[in-house]
């Protein structure tokens, strides 16, 4: 979703404007634009499209040394020039990611303002405006801000009496301080300002900011020393190191990441697993898929009663809770806005949340009772990769935990997952028989159609090639109706307790004319008329499993789409961590 980057020092603004936006591209947007001090006044450039149209439109050189860029997801209005950040109402200017809910209210009230975009942001421009003339202070309008604007909000400000300061506030949107040396940054993101300082700050909501060449957070009414952290996120994170994609090169770290993951799981900060009775895990998308991976082996391998949900739907439904309950919240961002509330849900009802989050010191990181930090690292390919990995990684590491089982192999499963990386071959084969098709099956049963669920959002995100994943012994109710010569399914077939009957239901589709490609675990593997290509996953512990299987359909997702030219580590309409509703 829309992403800011807001700068002082004594460098050339626009360009390190352009180059922080560069790094948050991965959050998706469709168009972007900066605002920066030149010639004793704001000078604001808006481009549609990528990035590349703003850098080729900024002035190459430049003597400004303010500024707060943006990309805009499009929320409300169409992607163009005139909707895109930043907007201008009288001496303010600013950059918004968020929601702004009660706009078309405040829009009536500011009756005297002409505006000239779609955007609840230009309406939010235009009141920091109002009370920036009744109340002559920058700092006194963003204190009485949040009582006026409803919804989430980061947003970055420049006053027209005030050149070389930014002011920025945050409600329920991200926003941080980078602190480098004679410089300052605010930015939504880790990746916008990791080629230039690794220090940061967190800000709490409301932190009212103003930054110079000093920094200044006033907290509640009062001035804080604010705690400067350091990010072990290193700088080749964000870049493609000869990869073609960040999802390709994400694939390849996967290894480093399961092992970084296994060998961080430290036992002694978690909640005692067993004296819950229940455990209500929430997460939305691949981050779901994690989870339906962790609710099938903690009720497998323990007792306790789990049940998971869908974030979005999570937040609305009727809550049943007792004092007993963990809820586990699964984010890669730590930013998504319905999972975000799930945990603001638990605690209101004074329920423990346990977060399994990628990114430091994000909402849900630092709103969780415990927390489990997955070590996938920087993730900017939109279709998320390492992290789903070092998810499913945690579920089988905290099945074992509580059902006391014997430390993980982690040298032969790491091994494991590196020949099926190299295996490209084969799912360029794959890939080269479903490329044209448009319609797609994933079958499977119980964990392999949980991991059919993650290898069909894969394929539909960034190929566009429409895909179900259904439970195997579910088809005849319906779907194979959909069954005509040549219609494309990809089976799993990982589970032994119950191959067999996955492998009637693949003879089912095979005999109404299927085309059938069977990923399957290779002592499962029986030659037979029943299929048309096969994959052969390498066996692991059945804990571990999940994470050989997913990966062949990561990687034939990933050939596909490129065969579709598609813009693989952008797909059109996506936004890398959902932040509104
Ligand atoms: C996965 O490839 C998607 N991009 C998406 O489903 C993602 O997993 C979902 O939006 C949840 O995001 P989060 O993990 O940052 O909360």
């Not at 359909?553 to 961590?577: F, G, H, M, V, W």
């Amino acid at each position: 979703m829309c992403g800011i980057v807001g700068y002082v020092g004594s460098k050339n603004a626009p360009t390190i404007l352009v180059d922080g936006l560069s790094h948050l591209e991965y959050r998706g947007y469709d168009s972007a634009g900066i605002v920066f001090y030149e010639n004793n006044k704001f000078n604001i450039i808006k481009t549609e499209g990528r990035i590349s149209n703003l850098r080729d439109a900024i002035p190459f050189e430049s003597p400004s040394k303010v500024g707060v860029g943006h990309t805009r997801w499009a929320t409300h209005g169409v992607p163009n020039q005139v909707n895109s950040h930043p907007h201008k109402q009288g001496k303010i200017t600013l950059v918004h990611n968020g929601i702004i809910e009660n706009y078309t209210g405040l829009k009536k009230e500011l009756g005297n303002y002409t505006f000239n975009s779609e955007t609840d942001s230009e309406v939010a421009c235009a009141l920091i405006d109002k009370l920036y003339n009744e109340l002559g202070n920058m700092e006194e309008v963003l204190e009485k801000v949040p009582s006026m604007l409803k919804g989430s909000y980061a947003l970055g400000i420049v006053v027209d009496d005030e050149p070389n300061k930014i002011y920025a506030i945050r409600h329920k949107s991200p926003l941080i301080i980078g602190v480098g040396d004679n410089e300052n940054f605010i930015a939504s993101d880790v990746p916008a300002i990791l080629n230039k300082t690794k220090r940061y700050i967190l800000l709490d909501d409301f932190d009212v900011v103003i930054l110079s060449d000093e920094i200044k957070i006033k907290r509640n009414g009062n001035f804080i020393e604010p705690i400067i952290k350091e990010f072990d996120w290193e700088v080749d994170q964000t870049s493609l190191n000869g990869f073609d994609h960040y999802m390709l090169k994400e694939i390849y770290e996967q290894p480093d990441v399961v092992r970084r993951t296994i060998e961080s799981f430290d036992t002694n900060e978690f909640p005692e697993f067993t004296s819950y009775e229940k455990i209500e895990i929430v997460a939305c998308g691949s981050a779901y898929h994690a989870g339906l991976i962790g609710l099938h082996l903690i009720e497998n391998y323990t007792n306790i009663e789990v049940s998971i949900h869908v974030a979005s739907e999570y937040r609305y439904k009727k809550h049943n809770f007792n004092r007993k309950t963990l809820v586990i919240i699964i984010s890669q961002s730590g930013e998504t806005a319905d999972s975000l509330e799930t945990v603001r849900i638990a605690k209101e009802n004074n329920i423990d949340t346990l977060g399994i989050v990628n990114v430091y010191g994000s909402s849900i990181a630092r709103d969780v009772k415990y927390l489990i930090y997955s070590k996938a690292g920087c993730e900017i390919s939109v279709a998320t990769t390492k992290a789903y990995l070092s998810q499913i990684t945690i579920m089988g590491l905290i099945a074992s935990k509580i059902a006391k089982l014997d430390k993980v192999d982690s040298e032969h499963l790491i091994k494991t997952i590196v020949s099926v990386i190299e295996k490209r071959e084969i799912y360029d084969n794959i890939a080269n028989s479903i490329y044209t098709k448009e319609h797609l099956f994933f079958i499977g049963r119980g964990i392999d159609y949980y991991l059919g669920l993650e290898g069909s959002l894969k394929l539909k995100e960034i190929s566009y090639i429409h895909s179900e994943a259904y439970p195997a012994g579910e088809l005849k109710h319906g779907t194979i109706s959909l069954v005509t010569p040549g219609t494309p399914f990809i089976a799993i077939v990982t589970d032994e307790s119950i191959a067999e009957k996955t492998i009637s239901n693949i003879k089912e589709v095979k005999a109404r004319g299927a085309r059938v490609i069977l990923l399957i675990r290779e002592d499962l593997f029986e030659k037979g008329d029943y299929y048309d290509e096969v994959i052969l996953i390498p066996r692991l512990d059945d804990i571990y499993q999940p994470l050989a299987t997913v990966i062949p359909l990561q990687l034939i997702a990933y050939e596909t789409a490129k065969k579709r030219n598609c813009d693989i580590d952008k797909p059109r309409n996506l936004a890398k961590s959902v932040t509104v509703e």
